[in-house]
């Protein structure tokens, strides 16, 4: 029997989809578009047990298994080759316990992100975990790609907020450390292993997740600013003085493409995102544009009214959504990422002048976006892009990948931000979890 068919036959026809049945089930690719092949199968387990199993037979063929989370990935991670058998988490859903004492959930992995959100607030608690592709991501995706989102600056990353977590191994071994406590030196932190690990080491199947109090209010700004020099001033007194939640900057040609000039009568060079916790927003602003920091800037008066700042930073708007789009995102040194900016965009421009170029980021924890239209998506124009962009990452000593991780589309950039020692390291651990490689061959490294 090959290995589909002893998969068919241990775990039925409801689980281990074939042929027509995986038709309109979006399988082939995550955001990033650039996934090509259909699985030879899509394992739908609801249960541990059950991706225990998948495991133990595919282990046993030696047949290669992608992790699928919610396909909102812009890296490839979840992309299949021909002859992989993909495994949605999908249906092994739900949270299972909000724990108020503890300020923790134990949360199944193909949970969406936003569902899990709602339960901790059903709860009163903040579930500090946040990003735009909140209502399909899946939280076995997010601890897998380690995500960061909107409100790292002032919760951390998904790792920061991963207190226990429950794996199944490449040979089907159930790894359960459900822990609910912060404090956890008992060994190596596999946990912390896997957060990141693309779905290369193991399947994750739940998680316990911390929980925040709800912050009694939140206040919302858009500020107009002249300068780079002027954003960062702007951080280090909103940084310095208020509790900050989020500081999303974006250039103007971002700004323009979704919307944000029908906010000010003219588009300013950076247009900034600033929420805080707790008051003091209005003063700190006036300050601000007293000493010249800032030369405009709106307060939100409403939820609605935020909500309309934030569609701007999410490219909420239909144009927005361009077709042969290349998306980057790099962490950089905060002070040079404006001269970065210039640099990739004059070097884009001078290699590939049909394309356009857009930037924005969650600056105040160094991290920038890059949007690059490439007409036609050549093979040949989006590696160009790759290489000047990435080369000029290395050069400033910047992380190539910020928050959507290496996946298939970064794989052959990784030496640009780690050395050759740290690369052994991580092909050891590799081979010590996954010795046949089955999890997610192609990946990461
Ligand atoms: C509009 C939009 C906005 C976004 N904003 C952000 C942002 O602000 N910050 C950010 O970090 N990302 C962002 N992303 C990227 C993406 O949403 C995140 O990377 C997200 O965490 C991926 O979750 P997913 O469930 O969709 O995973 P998938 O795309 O399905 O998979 C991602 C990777 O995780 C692996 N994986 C999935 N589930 C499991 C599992 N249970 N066990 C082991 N491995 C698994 C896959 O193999 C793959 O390598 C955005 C994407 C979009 C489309």
């Not at 406590?181 to 997740?209: C, F, P, W």
């Not at 974006?250 to 900034?272: I, K, N």
Request: glycine share 10%; charged share 20%; with cysteine.
């Amino acid at each position: 029997m090959d290995a589909v068919a002893e998969l068919l036959a241990a775990l039925g026809p409801e689980v281990c989809l074939t042929g027509p049945a995986l038709d309109g089930i979006a399988v082939r690719s995550d955001a990033s578009a650039t996934g090509r092949d259909l699985p030879i199968a899509l394992l739908r387990p609801s249960s541990v047990a059950e991706v225990s199993t998948a495991l133990t037979i595919c282990h046993r063929h030696h047949q290669p298994v992608v992790p699928q989370g919610g396909m909102t990935g812009l890296a490839g991670g979840a992309n299949c080759r021909p002859g992989d058998v993909a495994l949605s988490l999908a249906r092994f859903q739900g949270v299972e316990e909000i724990d108020p004492i503890a300020a923790a959930m134990v949360v199944r992995a193909g949970t969406v992100l936003e569902t899990a959100q709602n339960a901790a607030l059903d709860a009163d608690l903040l579930l500090p975990i946040d990003l735009g592709a909140r209502g399909s991501c899946q939280i076995g995706g997010n601890i897998a790609t380690n995500a960061g989102g909107l409100r790292v600056i002032r919760h951390g990353t998904v790792r920061d907020n991963l207190l226990g977590l429950e794996a199944v191994q490449a040979d089907g071994t159930v790894l359960s450390h459900l822990s609910r406590m912060q404090k956890d030196n008992t060994g190596y932190d596999l946990r912390h292993l896997l957060a990141g690990s693309e779905g290369t080491l193991a399947v994750i199947t739940r998680a316990v997740l911390r929980l925040r109090p709800l912050p009694s209010d939140i206040e919302t700004a858009v500020c107009a600013v002249e300068s780079y020099d002027a954003v960062l001033a702007l951080l280090r007194m909103a940084r310095g003085q208020l509790t900050l939640s989020a500081f999303e900057v974006m250039w103007a040609d971002y700004f323009d493409l979704c919307g944000g000039s029908r906010l000010f009568a003219e588009t300013p060079p950076f247009a900034v995102i600033v929420e805080t916790e707790g008051s003091g927003l209005e003063n700190l602003l006036e300050k601000a544009i007293g000493e010249g920091v800032i030369f405009d800037a709106l307060i939100a008066q409403s939820e609605a009214e935020a909500r309309r700042f934030w569609e701007v930073r999410e490219a909420a708007l239909p144009e927005a959504h361009m077709d042969d789009i290349v998306n980057l995102d790099v962490s950089l040194p905060i002070a040079s990422i404006d001269d970065y900016v210039r640099s990739c965009r004059a070097a884009i421009a001078s290699a590939l002048p049909s394309t356009r170029s857009f930037f924005f980021g969650h600056v105040g924890d160094s991290n920038l976006h890059i949007m690059v239209q490439v007409p036609g998506y050549r093979d040949a124009d989006v590696h160009a892009v790759d290489r000047i962009a990435y080369g000029l990452v290395r050069e400033v000593g910047g992380m190539i990948s910020a928050e959507h991780g290496i996946g298939t589309l970064k794989l052959a950039w990784l030496g640009h931000s780690r050395c050759p020692g740290e690369l052994d390291a991580m092909r050891a651990i590799k081979h010590a979890l996954d010795p046949a490689g089955i999890l997610n061959p192609g990946k990461v490294i």
